[in-house]
């Protein structure tokens, strides 16, 4: 009775806590300042060159494409429970992720090329898997730059992390669409053709896989702290998204099918190479809308990119930190610290990383919390040399600048005397 009573109580407490993040998300749309989000896509589109990136991301998964499709054909091979829906998961996923003018004859191509790469030997499908790798690789130091993230994870826990998505990720699409087999099984075979509720239903369920893996995607790949309802935000903004991309090219393809016209049977690769590179604009602008999430709801502007700002930024966020160590809580979340000084928190990233990489600040390792652990202050201002810090974001002392440090102290003036 009191193991019911215990899962009874779990349930509940689950429920009550989807409700409650669901209804924080729903408030932060309402809330959402949709002018200054563009001003931001905008801003980031053109000085974090997105367009050469998603150039470059579309190449990459061009090549990249054959070794997924065939580790996933080949996982499904392996699973009896999940090679009989097969077919029916090819089609559904493909048809959400692709226009419909081009799904089947992608799907075909894809099949054909996956059939024959399984055939290679072990040196080759090696050489498969570290090109799926490399992609993997790119998109996470493609997201880690967005989000300003200058140490990385190691390279060795960044490939075990991504090999197991590349593997379980198919397995649990798999086993997810296996929940409503009961409408794709008919006399112990599948069904040829779905009635349209039941195709809805299959529809609704990859496109909410679909938003599941973005925001996964957004909260764990950057070497950051992300909150899961920034990282929905910025799923729903891409799936949505690709669904208006796809109804907009079905739509320009129908009416000006002027690729049809000059490529014929050969069309459907530049409008496949084209649909990638949209995919990959739309994916990285919902990062940009996942990092950002945080400046735009505290309606916050960047420092100027004036000279020496870096510097200044840097003694304001030790000053904060000086001031928090006689208070109870002795330090301050990234969060906290970009609101106390009215900036963007990707604007102080690099230089929380920079203070921790000298030893001045640390990060309380919080799990519990839900902003990300406090930075508190390690080094005695007014024991601690300020020189480390000058030479990294100031001037770095050399032959031509070692008179103005000498004149201006910068070798013996301590940190509480700069941020005095």
Known sequence: ???????????????????????????????????????????????????????????????????????????????????????????????GMVPDAIAKPVLLSLTKFASKASQMGGIGLIALGFTAMALMLTID??????????????????????????????????????????VLSAAGGLVEELPGGVGLLLNAIVFMLQTAGFAALYKYVPNTFVRWEHAWGGAIFVSLGLELGQKGLAIYLSKAPVYATIYGAFAAVPIFLIWIYVSWLMVLMGAVVTAYTPSLLSQVKRWPDTPGYRFALALALLRALSAERHTERRGLSSEELAHRL????????????????????????????????????????????????????????????????????MDSMTLSEAMS
């Not at 919390?369 to 300020?386: E, I, K, S």
């Open 141 to 182: 130091h493609t997201l880690n730059s967005i989000w300003r993230v200058r140490i990385v994870r190691p390279i060795a826990q960044r490939v075990l992390v991504y090999w197991a998505a590349l593997t379980l990720g198919p397995l649990l699409v798999g086993a997810s669409l296996s929940l409503t087999s009961y």
């Open 1 to 95: 009775m009191a193991g019911i009573i215990a899962s009874m109580t779990s349930n509940w407490s689950f429920w009550a806590n989807a409700r409650e993040r669901w209804k924080l998300l729903v408030e932060t749309l309402q809330q959402w300042p949709w002018a200054q989000t563009y001003q931001t896509l905008r801003l980031r589109f053109r000085e974090d060159h997105l367009g050469v990136t998603a150039g470059s991301l579309t190449f990459t998964t061009t090549i990249a494409l054959v070794p997924l499709f065939t580790v996933m054909l080949a996982l499904f091979s392996a699973f009896p429970v999940f090679a009989r829906f097969r077919k029916v998961l090819e089609q559904q996923v493909l048809s």
């Open 342 to 409: 009215r900036t963007d928190p990707l604007q102080i990233e690099p230089l929380l990383e920079l203070l921790q990489g000298l030893d001045w600040i640390g990060l309380l390792d919080e799990p519990e919390q839900t902003h990300g652990g406090r930075f508190v202050m390690l080094c005695d201002p007014d024991r601690t040399a300020l020189a480390p810090l000058a030479g990294e974001v100031l001037l770095r002392p050399d032959g031509f600048t070692a008179g103005f440090w000498h004149q201006a102290r």
